[in-house]
């Protein structure tokens, strides 16, 4: 049995990045949260007031014998617009771009060349923005935000529809689930 291993994407409003993660085979947990800035312990308020520099993101716990870090960013893809570094969707600003950390070597050579082969081979004209930077602390959001999808099912749903994400990922991806 592998030890579990993290892996943290920023890819807009937190609630959204849940899901898709949330029940594949090989993951413990994914908690939502912030990373990136320079203010331990951040609140939500602050972080969407700006100022602190930190990123809404997810931390995803995973068995590396279940799924792969590999994986892991192809499903990350799916989930975001990675030709729009100001926001995602209809949530604008440094505190909603799209990231993806790593935590090591492999971790950012796996990124990068998966980056690359989206710019080649993925279904968008416009460059591919989406940043790859080296994992930073990671600070959980309040217990309201954490599995929103579930807790507040009806509320996410028009969210994720009204934000204009699933028409867009239902738009750019074939078979996105």
Known sequence: MSEYKKAVFAGGCFWCMVEPFDSLPGIQSVISGFTGGHVENPTYNEVVRGGTGHTEAVEITYDPDK?????????YWRQTDPTDAAGQ??????SYRPVIYY????????AEKSKRNLEENGPFNDPIVTSIEPIEPFYAAEDYHQDFYK??????????????????LNKHWENNK
């Open 67 to 75: 799924i792969s870090y590999e994986e892991l960013v192809e499903i």
């Open 89 to 94: 969707f209809a949530d604008r600003g440094d």
């Open 103 to 110: 935590s090591n070597e492999d971790e950012r050579q796996i």
């Open 151 to 168: 807790k507040e099912s009806a509320h996410y749903n028009r969210y994720s529809v009204g934000s204009g994400r699933v028409p867009f």
